[in-house]
């Protein structure tokens, strides 16, 4: 099962990568999402952001749900790895 770790632990990375160039290509004006890429990252981190987002609101016009995905993200990743050592 240790030899697991290594896996997931890529899983979790390109995870966090594609949500940071979803947050980066927010801050792009005139980005559009029909771009094929910008389609692909934004379909592929909903399913984590939207979740969160229906749960928090953004303050001060600030979305947070990246922040929190990026905890939230870290915990499952500790919680995992620590359960495959304890095997």
Do not use: C
């Not at 979790?12 to 999402?33: D, E, K, N």
Request: proline fraction near 9%.
């Amino acid at each position: 099962m240790v030899s697991l770790i290594p896996i997931i632990n890529n899983l979790f990375t390109l995870i966090w990568i594609l949500i940071l160039a979803r947050v980066i290509v927010s801050w792009i004006p005139g980005m559009s999402y029909s771009h094929p890429a910008v389609r692909i990252v934004h379909q592929l981190t909903s399913p984590i952001l939207d979740p969160i987002r229906r749960m928090l609101p953004p303050v001060g016009g600030l979305d947070l749900s990246p922040l929190l995905a990026f905890m939230l993200l870290k915990l499952v990743q500790e919680l995992v790895i620590n359960a495959l050592l304890a095997m």
